[in-house]
């Protein structure tokens, strides 16, 4: 059993003069048991201050972290039956790889044939029998990175944190590490909660997401929940590559009894008109005559090149500014005259740059916000 709830936790890094800058703004946030809680967000948002506050590293400046029930705030790191791997591995270059692993319990004064017996356990897990007996130096990154996570079971402890352990591998090693540390999340059951700016791992990793920004939590769900029904439009342009499209424009009754139609904002020319469909139309209600950004995600704008009957009501006209051919299919950078915005099509439908083209958008998958306070229309 490991829950981990965060109150109010707040954080201010105390200057030479003056107050502190607060940089963790009173954030609430319960970790189950067993799950595997991902903290996502651009650099400097505050995900390793709050998980090194977790792990008792940073001094907490307001609220409460409890593990367990219990309040740990003044509860020493060694204490908190917590450990930490980090995204430089912080391994002893003195030690084997066996030392390294068996250091943690053996400070702990563990009996020898404990000591050994686990790490044998954790390295056959990891697949770190052969490099047993090199020093750090001898592996490479990835190889590294498992010994600094094997240190890190060996302790068999109640949560497991992970700062950004991947950033410094290579693309494909950072897939491959990635899965192994999902299956040991599976295999150990553990708690873990797990930093990383970057979203794919978010979404690939995460039981459920938290997205922060600035020291704020902007939302917490599962993967995709997050994609499908973000609360607002950090969270919609963060999750999601490439990232959602965004129209800026107003709300106005269209000529269709009972349904909104959206007019984007284009000083350029014609304002791309939109009629919505009439869910969008009921979260729009509250905005008639007002600023609203509508959001769509690239897979939700097809060129009706494949479609037998493309919707006059969303199909707009606009035009090709690049298009880059991914193999399995190919984005479409488009503009509208105001707006630039990406598709994702077959990579059997070929364009000219400058060319006219229509796109239809699926209105179903369809996002408004309010464009003052970016909340989702809902
Ligand atoms: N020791 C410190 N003293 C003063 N400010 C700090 C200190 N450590 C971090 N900060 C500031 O706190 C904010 C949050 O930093 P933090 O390291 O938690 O961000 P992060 O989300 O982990 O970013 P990254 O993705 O770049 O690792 C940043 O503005 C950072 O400059
Ligand atoms: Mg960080």
């Given at each position: 059993?490991?829950t981990?709830?965060?109150?109010?936790?707040?954080?201010?890094?105390?200057?030479?003069?003056?107050?502190g800058?607060?940089?963790?703004?009173?954030i609430n946030?319960?970790i189950?048991?067993r799950?595997?809680?991902?903290?996502?967000?651009?650099?400097?948002?505050?995900?390793?201050?709050?998980?090194?506050?977790?792990?008792?590293?940073e001094?907490?400046?307001?609220?409460?972290?409890?593990?367990?029930?219990?309040?740990v705030?003044n509860?020493?790191?060694?204490?908190?039956?917590i450990a930490?791997?980090?995204?430089n591995?912080a391994?002893?270059?003195h030690m084997?790889?066996?030392?390294?692993?068996?250091?943690?319990?053996?400070?702990?004064?563990f009996?020898?044939?404990?000591?050994?017996?686990?790490?044998r356990?954790?390295?056959?897990?990891?697949?770190?029998?052969?490099y047993?007996?090199r020093?750090?130096?001898?592996?490479?990154g990835?190889q590294?990175?498992r010994?600094?996570?094997?240190r890190?079971?060996?302790?068999?402890?109640k949560v497991?944190?992970?700062?950004?352990?991947?950033?410094?591998?290579?693309?494909?090693?950072?897939?491959s590490?990635?899965t192994?540390?999902?299956?040991?999340?599976?295999?150990?059951g553990?708690?873990?909660i797990y930093?990383?700016?970057?979203q794919?791992?978010?979404?690939?990793?995460?039981?459920r997401?938290?997205?922060?920004?600035d020291?704020?939590?902007?939302q917490v769900d599962?993967?995709l929940d997050?994609?499908?029904?973000?609360?607002?439009?950090?969270?919609?342009?963060?999750?999601?590559?490439p990232p959602?499209?965004?129209?800026?424009?107003?709300?106005?009754?269209?000529?269709?009894?009972?349904?909104?139609?959206f007019?984007?904002?284009?000083?350029?020319?014609?304002?791309?008109?939109?009629?919505?469909?009439?869910?969008?139309?009921?979260?729009?209600?509250?905005?008639?005559d007002?600023?609203?950004?509508?959001?769509?995600?690239?897979?939700?704008?097809q060129?009706?090149?494949?479609?037998?009957?493309?919707?006059?009501?969303?199909t707009?006209?606009?035009?090709?500014?690049v298009?880059?051919?991914?193999?399995?299919?190919?984005?479409l950078?488009?503009?509208?005259?105001?707006t630039?915005?990406?598709?994702?099509?077959?990579?059997?439908?070929?364009?000219?740059?400058?060319?006219?083209?229509?796109v239809?958008?699926?209105?179903?998958?369809?996002?408004?916000?309010?464009a003052?306070?970016?909340q989702?229309?809902?």
């Open positions: 059993m490991a981990v709830v965060i109150s109010n936790l707040e954080k201010s890094y105390a200057e030479t003069k003056g107050p800058v607060k940089v963790v703004h009173g946030l319960e189950r048991d799950e595997f809680m991902v903290l996502v967000g651009p650099s400097g948002c505050g995900k390793s201050t709050t998980l090194r506050m977790i792990a008792g590293l001094e907490i400046t307001g609220g409460t972290i409890a593990i367990d029930g219990v309040v705030n509860v020493l790191p060694k204490d908190r039956d930490m791997v980090f995204q591995y391994l002893y270059p084997s790889v066996y030392e390294n692993m068996a250091f943690g319990l053996k400070l702990r004064k009996p020898k044939a404990e000591i050994d017996a686990r790490v356990e954790a390295s056959a897990m990891l697949g770190l029998d052969p047993l007996d020093k750090p130096k001898a592996l490479s990835g590294r990175q010994v600094a996570v094997g890190a079971i060996v302790r068999k402890p497991f944190l992970f700062d950004e352990p991947l950033s410094n591998l290579d693309a494909k090693m950072r897939v590490t990635r192994e540390i999902s299956k040991l999340h599976a295999r150990l553990a708690t873990m930093v990383t700016h970057d794919v791992e978010a979404m690939t990793m995460g039981d997401i938290c997205v922060m920004k020291g704020r939590i902007m599962a993967p997050l994609y499908n029904r973000p609360e607002n439009m950090f969270v919609a342009g963060f999750i999601g590559s959602m499209n965004f129209f800026k424009g107003r709300l106005q009754r269209s000529a269709t009894p009972g349904l909104l139609e007019v984007e904002t284009n000083s350029a020319g014609a304002p791309v008109r939109i009629t919505l469909d009439a869910a969008l139309s009921a979260k729009g209600a509250g905005h008639v007002r600023e609203v950004v509508f959001g769509i995600r690239p897979e939700d704008v060129d009706t090149l494949g479609l037998e009957r493309p919707d006059p009501a969303h707009i006209e606009v035009k090709v500014e298009s880059e051919p991914m193999g399995a299919e190919t984005f950078y488009l503009g509208t005259g105001a630039s915005f990406i598709a994702r099509v077959r990579p059997t439908d070929r364009f000219e740059v400058g060319q006219a083209v229509k239809t958008l699926k209105i179903g998958a369809a996002h408004l916000f309010d003052a306070t970016e989702v229309l809902k």
